[in-house]
T-cell receptor
Framework: QKEVEQNSGPLSVPEGAIASLNCTYSDRVSQSFFWYRQYSGKSPELIMSIYSNGDKEDGRFTAQLNKASQYVSLLIRDSQPSDSATYLCAVKSSGTYKYIFGTGTRLKVLA | DAGVTQSPTHLIKTRGQHVTLRCSPISGHKSVSWYQQVLGQGPQFIFQYYEKEERGRGNFPDRFSARQFPNYSSELNVNALLLGDSALYLC??????????????FGEGSRLTVL
């Protein structure tokens, strides 16, 4: 079982729709959770972090964390073609300095 | 403010050679991490340095080494290059303290091709 799992996609959504990206993790002591966006040929760019159970909203983005289910998700409202990218989920456990990344989900927003 | 800067951005080496990659963190950040990203995969942790000391090492062979300088910049060295070392090498800085998990901010990366 991989430590951080994401569906590789591609996930295709029409412009203006809500894109839902999911991530599960295996280490129950994980404390910190991050979503990154990576355009083809570029480096990862931090979208948001979440540390507590529940929802965290930032503009069109909402991160949702459920530690009991070991599940973190990212919702993108009013998806735009410019949101087309690979979205990486990253997890950090307490007591370590290592951030573990999933393989990413490729999102395609269709105009 | 300048972000994380890395150099060189692209380089081509042959098997058996050595490479040095450089990174300058965001001003005020004392932690630097190195990650390797192979095409189609997520970044894999190589090293983390904080206050010039190695704080973590990933599952990479001893051919990989790094150091952090007094100004918090960092170098990643890879000896005896193999074809499988071809990847995007990412440097990330964070405002990391003992009690703060910190968010990673990545540079643009150094794309290494080994022929």
């Amino acid at each position: 079982q991989k430590e951080v799992e994401q569906n590789s996609g591609p996930l295709s959504v029409p412009e203006g729709a809500i894109a839902s990206l999911n991530c599960t993790y295996s280490d129950r002591v994980s404390q910190s959770f991050f979503w990154y966006r990576q355009y083809s040929g570029k480096s990862p760019e931090l979208i948001m972090s979440i540390y507590s159970n529940g929802d965290k909203e930032d503009g069109r983005f909402t991160a949702q964390l459920n530690k009991a289910s070991q599940y973190v998700s990212l919702l993108i409202r009013d998806s735009q073609p410019s949101d087309s990218a690979t979205y990486l989920c990253a997890v950090k456990s307490s007591g370590t300095y290592k951030y573990i990344f999933g393989t990413g989900t490729r999102l395609k927003v269709l105009a | 403010d300048a972000g994380v800067t890395q150099s060189p951005t692209h380089l081509i080496k042959t098997r058996g050679q050595h490479v040095t990659l450089r990174c300058s963190p965001i001003s005020g950040h004392k932690s630097v991490s190195w990650y390797q990203q192979v095409l189609g995969q997520g970044p894999q942790f190589i090293f983390q340095y904080y206050e010039k000391e190695e704080r973590g090492r990933g599952n990479f062979p001893d051919r990989f080494s790094a150091r952090q300088f007094p100004n918090y910049s960092s170098e990643l060295n890879v000896n005896a290059l193999l074809l499988g070392d071809s990847a995007l090498y990412l440097c990330a800085s964070s405002y990391f303290t003992a009690g703060n998990t910190g968010e990673l901010f990545f540079g643009e990366g150094s794309r290494l091709t080994v022929l």
